[in-house]
Nanobody
Framework: QVHLAESGGGLVQAGGSLELSCLVSGRILDLSTTGWYRQAPGKQREMVARLTVGETTTYADSVKGRFTISRDNEKNTLYLQMNALRPEDTAVYYC????????????WGQGTPVTVSS
């Protein structure tokens, strides 16, 4: 079973940047799709960005142009570079995977909190 572990969250001022990391316990290229989700206080979980094994990316409209999803295949690590952060980006960020391309996101990390102050 593949396990995911996020890191890199923290407290930043509006306009600042953070890079989140997600370490995959196995080979990241064995996962059909990986991605990042977030959940803000009192709100529903939201898809932030997705990356397929074929390098197709998808972004939520709210983060497009500010966030970039990428991976390092040798390190088996998924990244989310977050720039121009806004207070509304405050949330717990989760790494997740749809390992077999079934559109069932069966693998989840524990989350890393991001707080953006104004």
């Amino acid at each position: 079973q593949v396990h995911l572990a996020e890191s890199g969250g923290g407290l930043v001022q509006a306009g600042g940047s953070l890079e989140l990391s997600c370490l995959v316990s196995g080979r990241i290229l064995d996962l059909s799709t990986t991605g990042w989700y977030r959940q803000a206080p009192g709100k529903q979980r939201e898809m932030v960005a997705r990356l397929t094994v074929g390098e197709t990316t998808t972004y939520a409209d709210s983060v497009k142009g500010r966030f970039t999803i990428s991976r390092d295949n040798e390190k088996n690590t998924l990244y989310l570079q977050m720039n121009a952060l806004r207070p509304e980006d405050t949330a717990v960020y989760y790494c997740a995977a749809d390992p077999n391309g079934t559109k069932r996101w069966n693998i989840w990390g524990q989350g890393t909190p991001v707080t953006v102050s104004s």
